[in-house]
């Protein structure tokens, strides 16, 4: 299958935007990338902002309400069809499902169009994430054997290692940032394996057949070329339900959902223009310049024709990862962010010192640069990478540091592997071992000339 990406202006990332009346001179390849490198970075910002709040209100006075906000249930439903749930589940459960759909698209376009395409582009992250993975899991085990958290320092948090790279404008290059961007998509393939493999409960297997015939729903819509975004979120939330029932953690149906949608556009960008021209001139010529739009039939319908025209060169894939990226990026990050980095500074000093929080914090400290330096080196001694133009390996020794940032999924895969009297624990460390990462990070690349 194959999929466009749009070509709109957009800043360059980590410094300012094109001042009004000059061109934009970035390489057109590079935009689609710079558009979502900087809502990342944007987002990650929001992250570290979110999270202070959470601390703030956790600590303040008013904790109280902190903690009774999030287990507040909430039902939702008709009649006999209800499922009641507190907020925190709702957020963890349900709109991460969101945030999974769009690190599954993400994930699926990287691997027809992005860096995944090329073998040769993709060995060095791909080999660097298979470290960053590999290494911390290790590590954990050997902290606090036995525990099942070794999944935790795995992860990368993409949001807040680019919105600590966008601190540094533009010392940081072009290539350095593809290879943080591209090595966090691979730690997420991981982490959603992980969580699939290693995070899942007792099975129902009647929910799970369910879900495998919504499933094959989903891909027979795909098959018949069927573009209506509704038809994939009716049945997306039936695949929902059925992960939710079965066992299986329902933010893995947003995966599979995401590979379902069609990721090819039905016409190309030279059909495009020659259309595009075509309505144009239909629509100059149906009223004039300057005409009353709404009087002219003909005009109308060139209006309507052009946004067909639009809709056929940007595939359903493209559309919806456009639309849910902002609302995933502001809204259920930090989100889940608020309701999850809430907390008790006077429990985190006997927290910190826990096998489980000293084993993330040398998992996402230690072992996340350790592990992505080390790969990285086999990969280019062995000759299946090279390093990016401008990259040196201080920047990668950097960026494996940057890496370390788990918070986001780190968060999440911590309250599927530990039982809640346990979770704070692992928040301490992942808080704590988050900060001192990125701290590190931005040091190292500050300090490049």
């Not at 795909?222 to 059925?242: E, T």
């Amino acid at each position: 299958m194959t999929d466009s990406h749009p070509t709109t202006t957009t800043p360059s990332i980590g410094g300012a935007p094109p001042r009004p009346g000059l061109p934009d001179r970035t390489p057109p390849i590079l935009r689609p990338f710079q558009a979502f490198a900087q809502m990342e970075s944007s987002g990650g910002l929001l992250l570290m902002a979110a999270a202070v709040a959470a601390l703030a209100w956790a600590n303040s006075p008013w904790h109280a309400w902190y903690t009774a906000l999030w287990h507040m249930p909430v039902t939702v439903g008709v009649g006999d069809w209800q499922l009641g749930l507190p907020v925190e589940l709702w957020i963890s459960d349900g709109l991460m499902a969101v945030f999974f759909l769009l690190v599954g698209m993400e994930i699926k376009r990287e691997a027809l169009l992005g860096d995944l395409a090329n073998p040769r582009q993709a060995a060095l992250p791909v080999v660097a994430a298979v470290g960053g993975m590999a290494v911390p899991a290790l590590l954990y085990v050997a902290v606090d054997p036995g525990s099942p958290g070794w999944g935790v320092p795995m992860a990368t948090d993409i949001a807040f290692s680019l919105g600590v790279l966008a601190l540094l404008g533009p010392r940081v290059p072009i290539g350095l940032k593809l290879f943080l961007t591209t090595l966090a998509i691979v730690d997420d393939i991981g982490a959603v394996l992980v969580i699939a493999l290693f995070y899942t409960g007792a099975l129902s297997w009647g929910y799970l057949l369910a879900g495998g015939a919504v499933l094959a729903g989903l891909v027979t819509l795909n098959r018949l070329d069927v573009r209506s975004p509704l038809a994939y979120a009716c049945l997306g939330v039936a695949l929902w339900l059925a992960f939710f029932r079965s066992g299986i953690h329902p933010t893995v149906a947003g995966v599979l959902l995401a590979m379902t949608i069609p990721a090819r556009a039905r016409i190309d960008a030279d059909a495009f223009v020659r259309q595009g021209r075509s309505i144009l001139d239909a629509f100059a010529r149906g009223g004039g310049l300057g005409a009353d739009v709404d009087s002219s039939l003909d005009q109308q319908a060139a209006v309507d024709a052009l946004e067909a025209v639009c809709d056929h060169v940007q595939s359903p894939l493209q559309q919806l990862e456009h639309g849910l990226h902002p609302w995933v990026t502001f809204v259920i990050l930090p989100l889940f962010a608020l309701a999850n980095a809430g907390v008790r500074l006077v429990d985190a000093g006997a927290g910190l010192l826990d096998a489980t929080s000293l084993g993330i914090i040398a998992g996402l400290v230690i072992g996340k640069p350790l592990g992505i330096a080390l790969f990285s080196r086999l990969a280019v001694r062995l000759g299946w990478a090279d390093l990016p133009a401008g990259v040196t390996w201080r920047h990668i020794g950097a960026v494996g540091c940057l890496a370390g940032i788990g918070f986001t999924m780190s968060l999440f895969i911590a309250h599927l592997a530990f039982e809640p009297t346990a979770v704070a624990s692992a928040r301490v460390g992942i808080l704590v071992a988050s900060g001192i990462a990125g701290g590190l990070g931005w040091a190292l690349l500050r300090s490049q000339r």
